[in-house]
């Protein structure tokens, strides 16, 4: 009993290296920053983290690939390094020698980044997944389209002028009216004046003054 104990458990693991390798097209690297991180709080990467990472992947699989009940065992892991960094591949429920494509790998970690994240007190850019990009907050979609704003800052400046340039035509046109207005009244007004019409004496009204004088 404990020779196939120990056969089945030399297996696995002779399995979990030739699947796990990074020159594998379904493997992905990971690398940890956690005293970048967490400073003095920084806690020791260990059998037992390890272990949580494997959890939390076989967790997020089974989210996106819900026909499938992913286990630990499913997420196989190799070249740690003392710097926390390591390879990892996952393997088919249904054949454990076959790897899941990376469309679903990446999707699963894209998707629930944030939750993986939580899981060790990380971010985006303590917890990196090589080739697999960062996750990014959805852009900002203003209720007016920029262009619209433009548009309607362009058209009140040329409504503006408009403006300008009728008031500044009525007010010249009165302006012109009342001056010939003016002009008509002080050259009536020099005509009443004594007969002296532009400034030159009247003879006509000298000459009836001294008839009526007779």
């Given at each position: 009993m404990?020779?196939?104990?120990?056969?089945?458990?030399?297996?696995?693991?002779?399995?979990?290296?030739?699947?796990?390798?990074?020159?594998?097209?379904?493997?992905?690297?990971?690398?940890?920053?956690?005293?970048?991180?967490?400073?003095?709080?920084?806690?020791?990467?260990?059998?037992?983290?390890?272990?949580?990472?494997?959890?939390?992947?076989?967790?997020?699989?089974r989210?996106?690939?819900?026909?499938?009940?992913?286990?630990?065992?499913?997420?196989?892991?190799?070249?740690?390094?003392?710097r926390?960094?390591?390879?990892?591949?996952?393997?088919?429920?249904?054949?454990?020698?076959?790897?899941?494509?990376?469309?679903?790998?990446?999707?699963?970690?894209?998707?629930?980044?944030?939750?993986?994240?939580?899981?060790?007190?990380?971010?985006?850019?303590?917890?990196?997944?090589?080739?697999?990009?960062?996750t990014?907050?959805?852009?900002?979609?203003?209720?007016?389209?920029?262009?619209?704003?433009?548009?309607?800052?362009?058209?009140?400046?040329?409504?503006?002028?408009?403006?300008?340039?009728?008031?500044?035509?009525?007010?010249?046109?009165?302006?012109?009216?009342?001056?010939?207005?003016?002009?008509?009244?002080?050259?009536?007004?020099?005509?009443?004046?004594?007969?002296?019409?532009?400034?030159?004496?009247?003879?006509?009204?000298?000459?009836?003054?001294?008839?009526?004088?007779?």
């Amino acid at each position: 009993m404990l020779e196939r104990v120990l056969v089945l458990v030399l297996a696995s693991a002779a399995l979990a290296q030739d699947l796990c390798r990074p020159d594998a097209p379904e493997a992905y690297k990971v690398r940890l920053s956690i005293k970048t991180a967490l400073g003095d709080e920084a806690y020791t990467w260990n059998d037992s983290e390890l272990f949580l990472f494997r959890a939390t992947l076989a967790f997020v699989m089974r989210n996106v690939l819900p026909d499938q009940q992913f286990e630990v065992s499913n997420i196989l892991v190799c070249n740690q390094t003392p710097r926390v960094s390591f390879w990892f591949v996952v393997t088919s429920v249904n054949n454990p020698n076959s790897l899941i494509e990376k469309q679903y790998v990446e999707s699963a970690i894209r998707k629930y980044r944030y939750r993986i994240n939580s899981a060790f007190l990380l971010t985006d850019q303590t917890l990196e997944f090589l080739g697999i990009p960062p996750t990014l907050a959805a852009p900002v979609v203003p209720g007016t389209p920029p262009w619209l704003i433009a548009f309607g800052v362009v058209m009140g400046i040329v409504g503006a002028g408009i403006v300008y340039f009728l008031v500044s035509a009525v007010v010249q046109r009165k302006r012109k009216k009342n001056e010939k207005t003016l002009g008509e009244d002080d050259e009536a007004r020099t005509v009443s004046e004594n007969g002296n019409v532009d400034g030159i004496y009247n003879r006509s009204f000298s000459d009836e003054e001294k008839v009526t004088e007779m």
